[in-house]
Nanobody
Framework: QVQLVESGGGLVQPGGSLRLSCAAS????????IAWFRQAPGKEREAVSC????????IYADSTKGRFTISRDNAENTVSLQMNSLKPEDSAVYFC????????????????WGQGTQVTVSS
């Protein structure tokens, strides 16, 4: 069964850090593109960052540049999103999603999704 599972979310104070992980089961991430999306209450889901199977990275959310870093660990079959200097506006449910080809911004381009992990940035 093909499945993506996110973990690592939680409550953190502004300026803090979290590391989200996207683990795959039923398939290997080596040959897939993985993107992180997020959705805040009352807002549309937006693409945050993406890493393709060659390791090339695309950052879609300008507000995260210099603070968020996407990476993949093929040995562990995971893709991570390191989030530093977190701000309250980063609060959202974060999803990982996969597609067999290169990075695209649109969520409709991604076939498999995880269930999401909540990130709350608040003092």
């Amino acid at each position: 069964q093909v499945q993506l599972v996110e973990s690592g979310g939680g409550l953190v104070q502004p300026g803090g850090s979290l590391r989200l992980s996207c683990a795959a089961s039923g398939f290997t991430l080596d040959y897939t593109t993985i993107a992180w999306f997020r959705q805040a209450p009352g807002k549309e889901r937006e693409a945050v960052s993406c890493i393709n199977k060659s390791g090339a990275i695309v950052i879609y959310a300008d507000s995260t540049k210099g603070r968020f870093t996407i990476s993949r660990d093929n040995a562990e079959n995971t893709v991570s999103l390191q989030m530093n200097s977190l701000k309250p506006e980063d609060s959202a449910v974060y999803f990982c999603a996969s597609r067999p080809w290169g990075c695209l911004r649109g969520e409709s381009s991604y076939a498999f999704w995880g269930q999401g992990t909540q990130v709350t940035v608040s003092s």
